[in-house]
């Protein structure tokens, strides 16, 4: 056998091909996303702090140029985890129409959720908000970003100013509606990709999946709910 063939970037190859390791690919990076937002919900509710200068002084930690390096090698991770996760999706659904290309005239029962069947657009449109998020609340593009002190952004200002726009934050809401879902049938499913399936314990996967979906989502639209209701003030 040559050296080729058993070269581990030959067996890295292989099994980026075969359809299971895209699936580990979108397990593994669905993952390091998924620790991104729950850090990232954990640093939004800080918001809701007595101290208004709460999420600020956090924000400002974050920016600190002594956390630059760090900070670049998260953003760093988080972007390929992103792309890796697109690609492996794309690419798996493609060789899923391939060898299925006139489709069921009855489809599976597995999965039958709302939130599979929704699973690619719902990404799409996920992956949309986030542009329109770093747009909006760091780059300043769609509304002014109010700064505290150079390269210090006042992010209690421009989260309440922001969400005050019915559109952003009804966008803002259906962005975390569709999260919801596409988190729910992520989780479960990434432990049915690596094999984790079993009847007994499968149920208690989807339900403790959902469980979480939605603590998620409910944290994340109660920002705007609040702003829009009066409960968060500048």
């Not at 049915?192 to 979480?212: D, E, N």
């Amino acid at each position: 056998m040559s050296a080729l063939a058993i070269s581990p970037l030959h067996r890295a190859a292989r099994f980026w091909e075969a359809p299971i390791g895209k699936k580990a690919v979108m397990a593994i990076t669905g993952l390091i996303l998924f620790g991104y937002v729950i850090g990232h919900l954990l640093g939004n509710l800080q918001i809701y702090s007595a101290d208004h200068q709460q999420i600020n002084r956090y924000a400002a930690f974050l920016h600190n140029p002594a956390n630059a390096i760090p900070l670049w090698v998260i953003r760093t991770a988080l972007l390929a985890a992103v792309i890796l996760h697109i690609v492996s999706a794309v690419q798996l659904w493609l060789q899923n129409r391939a060898a299925r290309p006139l489709g069921y005239k009855k489809k599976a029962d597995v999965p039958t959720s709302y939130a599979a069947r929704t699973m690619r657009w719902s990404g799409v449109i996920v992956g949309a908000f986030i542009v329109f998020h770093i747009l909006h609340l760091t780059v300043g593009s769609v509304l002014p970003v109010h700064e505290i002190a150079a390269n210090e952004p006042d992010v209690r200002y421009n989260v309440i100013t922001g969400f005050q726009n019915p559109l952003v934050a009804g966008f803002y809401i259906l962005a975390m509606i569709l999260l919801c879902m596409h988190l729910y049938h992520g989780l479960w499913s990434m432990f049915q990709s690596m094999g984790f399936s079993h009847p007994r314990y499968t149920p208690l996967l989807k339900k403790g999946a959902a469980l979480v979906a939605i603590l998620i989502a409910v944290g994340n639209i109660s920002i705007p709910i609040a702003v829009l209701t009066g409960f968060l003030t500048l």
